[in-house]
């Protein structure tokens, strides 16, 4: 056995990925309970190893991503081996719905042998499941990222002149007019910089985003800032460079004005008078704009040949293709576990568990929450045990920051779930096995003998 740590991670020196996986994929993780948290009986109950089944992990990389272009650019090969995206799918993969702004990748990792699912968000977050360690995340991670860091070119993409004005891509415009829920989306705008087109941002409903800055049309040759600090408003042209602000000089002191309901009268070319939604005069506005900036007609242009990069901060894409983005990898992409699967068994030697007087037992003495309903076809006992920020084990009405389920079945089997951590499985698992043995005689009934009918010949009667 290796010597793994609580976050998973290797700790021994041994460098042979292969072999600490392999060990990793039956992991034991406590053995046959401690002395210390049993009944003082001889006899006391026990379980067998400890199985993580699953583990989900999350990851936040500091960069967007292109996922429109990862789905039609990344080929299918024997490490990528299906995608969805937008009820699209390529190669081989469960399903065809998705959430928005998101693709599923399922990847084969062949250092750990496994196949794992990847769903990647357009904001850099990353979701895995079908692995067991955040070793195996890693690892899928570092793959993919190998993989789409490579995929660049260009592309040409049709488009539309919108009546205020701006370059939409034509096919999220029309999609946008036609739909009733277009508040879900997003359409992509352009502007043009050295000769070439890029996308400087997304209009999603009424709102518009413009180098991650939320932004409103402002007299149709310039976006400025919705929201602004020290009166002051950062202002864009179509390209989405930033080419000056706007001051504003107020009769009353505010801070974080919002103007999004008030008019503008203009005095001069650079200065507006302003005034709120009852027509009353507020204040000034001053307007600084580099003046060696023209704002270029797009209003012919049908199609544009623009750059795609799977990774849009070439940062980022640098240090993936060089691998010094690899060093502290796991720091560096918040790579952490929110939730671990596992089971184990009690040895309870031709018994079985009373559900019914279980159940009451343990709400009646124990702080935790259990359900059970004789008649219902779900045949486990759903017990949850919360804990505080000590790791202590409190009663649901205290303030606790995590919540552990338990699914006891009658004949001994155990399913843990919502741990982060093994420290917080051997909790739970060393707490549940100290309550049978305190309450065994209580709980465990024979088990009833299997019968099996021989006589073909036997009728109705006898078995009455």
């Not at 043009?192 to 941002?201: D, T």
């Not at 507020?282 to 307007?287: H, R, S």
């Not at 935790?368 to 505080?388: E, P």
Request: hydrophobic share 35%.
């Amino acid at each position: 056995m290796q010597n793994l740590s609580l976050n998973g991670k290797n700790n021994s020196g041994n460098n042979d990925v292969l072999g600490i996986l392999d060990d990793n994929k039956n992991l034991e993780i406590c053995k046959p309970c401690s002395s210390s948290y049993l009944h003082p009986a001889v006899d006391a109950v026990s379980h067998n190893k400890i199985y993580i089944s699953t583990t989900v992990c999350i990851a936040e990389i500091d960069s967007v991503f292109d996922i429109a272009s990862i789905f039609s650019h990344l080929k299918i090969d024997d490490e990528i081996l299906g995608m969805k995206y937008h009820n699209r799918i390529k190669g081989k993969i469960k399903g065809t719905g998705s959430f928005f702004n998101q693709i599923t990748v399922v990847l084969y990792v062949k250092l750990c042998n496994k196949e794992v699912n990847l769903k990647l968000f357009g904001n850099g977050k990353v979701q895995f499941s079908g692995i067991r360690t955040e070793l195996q995340a890693s690892l899928t991670l570092k793959l993919f990222l190998q993989k789409i860091s490579k995929i660049r070119g260009t592309k040409n993409i049709d488009v539309i002149y919108g009546e205020d004005g701006i370059l939409y891509n034509k096919s999220e415009y029309n999609l946008y007019k036609n739909s009733s829920h277009v508040r879900f989306d997003s359409i992509k705008f352009y502007g043009r910089e050295n000769g070439i087109y890029q996308a400087i941002g997304e209009r999603k409903g009424k709102d518009f985003v413009l180098n991650k800055i939320n932004v409103e049309i402002f007299d149709k040759d310039y976006f400025i800032e919705v929201r602004h600090l020290g009166y002051k408003r950062k202002m864009f042209n179509r390209n989405g460079e930033y080419v000056g602000y706007l001051e504003y000089t107020f009769l009353r002191k505010r801070k974080n004005v919002i103007l999004k309901h008030h008019t503008f009268e203009r005095t001069s070319e650079t200065n507006f008078k302003i005034y709120d939604k009852y027509k009353r005069y507020i204040g000034e506005q001053n307007l600084f704009v580099d003046k060696g900036v023209t704002v270029p007609d797009l209003s012919g242009v049908k199609r544009i040949q623009m750059k795609y990069n799977c990774i849009k901060d070439d940062i980022v894409t640098d240090k993936i293709i060089s691998g010094k983005y690899f060093r502290d990898f796991e720091n560096t992409v918040k790579l952490r576990t929110i939730n671990i699967n596992c089971n184990y068994a009690y040895d309870i030697q031709h018994k079985i568990i009373n559900r019914t007087v279980f159940h009451d037992l343990l709400n009646e003495k124990y702080p935790v929450l259990s359900y059970f309903n004789h008649d219902s076809k779900y045949q486990a006992i759903n017990v949850k045990i919360f804990l505080d920020e000590k790791m202590e084990i409190v009663s649901s009405t205290k303030s606790y920051c995590r919540k552990i389920t338990l699914l006891i079945f009658q004949n001994g089997k155990v399913i843990i779930a919502g741990c982060i951590n093994k420290k917080q499985i051997l909790l739970a698992s060393k707490y549940l096995t100290k309550i049978i043995n305190d309450n065994k005689d209580l709980i465990f009934v024979k088990e009833k003998p299997k019968t099996s009918i021989i006589d073909t010949d036997i009728s109705i009667w006898d078995i009455m």
